[in-house]
C-alpha cells in the first residue's frame, strides 16, 4: 500500500487549486450566494501561529460545504495592513513600512495557502494599495458631505511613547491599548467622525423588527399578497402579524385602531408597518395622530381620502400631518401602479412629494392586488437581510458602549451670576433628595464658573492633582472620593434651596453634562458627602422598618429607585418609587422644573493620528484657515516619501515636514471642492488660483478594516468602490467569523459606515454582516495565551511540515466547543493524524463492483449528523461522527465505491487535500471533489437504529444528542462531554461520579 505522504498530496493539491483558479468566485444568478468572511487580520511580522487559523478553518469548512450544496460562494481574504506596528518598526530601523508590510503579507499568505484554505485569490485586497485606500477617502468625503466629519479641538487621550491620540475605544484602564502607557490630556484639533448621530439607530437595530401588514376594505388576512407575504417571512424568521380587522365593508376608524393596537404592548423604532389601500390610508392616519417612531413605512396603493365611496365617508375626518408621518419613519416607500383602477396617479405623485417617500411605480399593474407581487417581496428579502443573528454577549456588549440613558434635564442659575448651568439625571425619581451639586475637574465651562472667586487658583491647581490621579490609577473605581468646593450655588428651581457646588474626582466632562445633581440616594454621592460634611436629607426609604430607620439615619444610602418608597413631594408620598415613575416625569414637567432628554455614553469616533503610515486625509485649508473637500479626481491622495517616521513632540504629524507635499495650490470648483494644479498652470476660466495646505494627519487604522467587506464583492472596480448590482447580489455577509475583542471597536465602526452607505442610497442593507460568530482562543499548553514574550507559541509551519495542514485542521476543529477556549495538546495532535491515516488505509478498499453495504444505517446517519453539526459548527461532534464511520469502514475488507465517495465528500470541508487525493487518484475522478452534490440521508434507516441519550448534570439535564443504537457506552459518554452546554458544567468542577442508563441517559455528578 502507498504510504500517505502528505508532503507530496497538499503541495500537489494547492498548486492545482492556484493555477486551475478553482475557488474562483463569479456572481450567478442562477445560483443562491453565500457570502462567508473572516476578520481582516493585520499581517503581522511575527506570522500566524496555531491559534489564529482556528476561526479560518471553521469558516473555510463552511465555505466548502456551500459549494458541495450548490451555492455561488464568496470566501475572501486580504489584509489591513496601515497600523502602528509597520510604523514604529520603520523607526527602529528607518525601513519603509510599505516593504515590512508587503513582506509580511507575503509570509501570512503563504501561511494560509498552505492550510489549504479556499480562498478566492483573484480578489486578496490590501488597505495600504492606493488603489484600495482611494475609495476609503472617498468615502471619508461622502461623510465629510453629509456633515458627518469634522475637526474639533478639544481634550484628547495622548500617548507620549507612540505619539499618537488614542480614541476613547482604544483607552484601556488609562492606558494606551497598544503600548500600556498611561495617556495624558492635551487640547488638540482632531478630525471626528459624528457617530453619535447614528447612535440610536446602532441600538435599535441590534433588535429584529417586527412587522405588521394591513389589509384593505373589503379584504382580510387571506387575500390578495398577505398570505404569501406572511409566509415568507416566517420563512425567513421574522416576526409578523397580518390581523384581521373587524367591519372590513363598513370600516370604523377608531374600531380598527382599537384592534391594530391590540396587537402589540407598543411599536419599536426598529418596527415596520405595510398597509394596502384602506390599511395604507390607515397606517397615514394612526401616524399623524400618536407619537410613534418606527423604521420603515411601506404603503402599497394607499388611499389618501375617501374617493366619494359611501363606506368610507366616515373614516377619513380630517387631513394627515403629512409632517408628523415624515418624522415618524426612517425611510418610507410607496408602490403604486400608473393605472390603478380605484386611484389617480396624482395622487401617488402628492402622496409621495408630501412624505419625500420613494415611489415605485409598476406598469399596469391595476390595484396591486395580485398574489404575485414580486417587487414587494424582493423589498421585503432586503428586510430580512438586515437583521442580525448575533451572539447576546456581543448585543450586550454594544448596548453597554452605545449607553442610552433617559432620563431629566434640570436647568438652575447659578447664584450671584447670570450663568446657568444644566444637569442631566437618569435617576430622578428622588429628586427632592437633592442638596449639592458636582462638576468635573477637567469641564471646559470650569473656569467661567471661578471667575472672581477668591481661591480660583488653588481650586485649578487642585484640579490639575485630581485629573493626575485619574490618569495615574487608569480611570479604576477611586477607592475615595475628592472634591473641593467651588464657592458658588446653584438656586435649585425644585425647590431645595441653594445648592453648593462642588468639583468631585468621579464626574466625568463627557457623560452628560459633565454636571450632576447629588441626592442621599446614590453611593458615591452619598460618600463624597459624609466626606465633607455635605448636609443630606432622604427622601426614599426601604419598605423594612428598621432598614428604613438606618437611612433615616444617614447611616446607609438607599438607592432603590424601583421598590423604594417615597416621601417627597407629597403628591407621591408612601408610594412605590418604581410605580410613579412616569408620573414623576409629567409632574417635574408640568411644573417646569426639567425637560425630558437622552444621553449616550457613546462619543463621536477621533479619526485622525498624527502618524505617517495611514490614509491621507483629503482635506486642505485656504489661507483663512477654511477646510475643503479635495475634487475626486483629485483621487486617491498618495503618501509621499519620506526620510524620518518619528512624530513631532508638538504632535504634528511627520507628514507635516515635507513642505513640498503640504503646500500646494489650486482652484475652487462649482461643486465647492479643490482641484491642484501644477506651478504655471493656469485655473479654468472664472476660478482663482489660490494657496492651500493639505491636512497632515492621517487616518486610524480602523478606516480600512470600516468598509472592506463590500470592496471584496467588487475588488477591481475602477469607478465605483461597488456597484450596486454586485452589492445587491452578494450582501450582507452570510457569516462573518473573528475574535470577540472586536465587538465595540470594529464591528459598531463598520456598522456605522455601512448605515451611512445606506443612507446614501449605495448599499442595500441596513446591516453589513447578517450572522456574526466569535472563536475562542487557543491557548499554549501551559494554559496561558499564546505570546512571544512567554516562549510558548506554536508554528503552523512546523505541524504542517511534520503532520499536515489537514492534520491541523481537523486538530483545531476536534478540540473542543468552537467558542470556547482551549489549550493545545500535540498528543491530541498526533491522535488526529491517526485518524487520517485510517482514512488513508479505508480508501484503499475501495472495490469499484461492490454495490452493497451491511453499514446503510450508519451511513445516513453520520450524513444526518455531519450536516446539522456543520451547520451548528459543532465541528468536534461531526469529526467524532466520522471517526466512528471510520473505524467501522476499517473494520470490513471491501467498500463499494458509492459508500466511499459519500465519505470522502463528507470528509472533504475539514481534510480537503486528503479527499481530494482520494476522490481523483483511488476513485478514478477528472474533476475536483469540491463542487460535487452534498449528500442526503435517507430517514427509513435512521428509525430503528438511531437512540437519543438525555444528558444531566447533578440531576439536571443539560443537552440531548443522538447516536447508533450499538454506539458503545465509552463512545456514548465521550461525546456527551464534547457537547458545548455539558463541557462548560464540567468544566466548572470535578467529575466524581459518571451515570449510564442505556439508550436513555448519560448522567455526570460534578462538585
Known sequence: MKKYDHQEIEKKWQNYWLKNKTFKTTENSNKEKYYVLDMFPYPSGAGLHVGHPLGQTATDIIARKRRHQGYEVLHPMGWDAFGLPAENYAIKTGIHPAITTKENSDTFRRQIQSLGFSYDWDREINTTDPQYYRWTQWIFLQLYKKGLAYEKSMPMSWCPKCKIVAANEEVEQGTHERCGTPVERKHLKQWMLRITEYAERLLNDLDSPNIYIIHGWGSDSQSNWFERARQFLVSKKVRVCVPDFPHTD?????????????????????????GHSLGGGFMLKYLSENDIQIDKLILVAPTIKDYDVLELKDFYTKTFDYDKIKQSAQKIAIFASDNDQYIPLKDFQFLAQQLDAELILLPQRDHLMDPNFPELFEYLGDIQRSILNWPDKIKAMQRNWIGKSEGLLFTAPVKDTNITIQTFSAHFEAFCSDNFVVIAPDHPFLETLLEGIDNKQEILDFCKELIRKRMERGFEEEKEPEGIFTGRYIIDPVGNGDLPIWIASFALADYGTGIVKCSAHDERDFAFAKKYNIPLKPVLFPKDPEKAEKVKNLEVCCTDMVDGILTEPTEFTGKRSGDVRQEIIEYIEKKGFAKRQTTYKLRDWIFTRQRYWGEPIPIVFDEKGQDYPLDDSELPLQLPEIAKYEPSETGESPLASIDSWVNIQGYI???????????????PKDTTIQKFKRETSTMPNWAGSSWYWLRFMDPCNEQEFCSKEKEKYWGPVDLYVGGAEHAVLHLLYARFWHKVLYDLGLVSTKEPFKKLLNQGLILAEDGHKMSKSLG????????????????????????????????WNMNAVEGARKFLDRVWRVSQKNNKNRKKESISSLLHQTIKVVTEH??????????????????????????SQETLEIFVILLSPFAPH???EIWREILGHTETVAYEPWPTWNPEYLIENEVTYAVQINGKVRADFTTPKDTAKEEVVAKAKTLENVSKYLDQGTIIKEIFVPEKIVGFVVK
Open 250 to 274: 363598513n370600516p370604523v376608524y377608531k374600531e380598527w385602531k382599537t384592534h391594530f393596537e391590540s396587537q402589540f404592548i407598543q411599536l419599536w423604532s426598529q418596527d415596520i408597518l405595510i
Open 669 to 683: 470648483t462649482k461643486q465647492g471642492t479643490v482641484k491642484t494644479i501644477q506651478s504655471g498652470d493656469k485655473a
Open 792 to 823: 510558548n507559541v506554536i508554528n503552523p509551519d512546523d505541524i504542517v511540515k511534520k503532520y499536515g495542514a489537514d492534520t491541523l485542521r481537523v486538530y483545531e476543529m476536534f478540540m473542543g466547543p468552537f467558542e470556547q477556549s482551549k489549550a
Open 870 to 895: 456543520i451547520e451548528e459548527f459543532r465541528f468536534n461532534t461531526a469529526i467524532s461522527q466520522l471517526m466512528v464511520l471510520t473505524n467501522e469502514l476499517t473494520a470490513q475488507e471491501e467498500i
Open 914 to 916: 486528503l479527499a481530494e
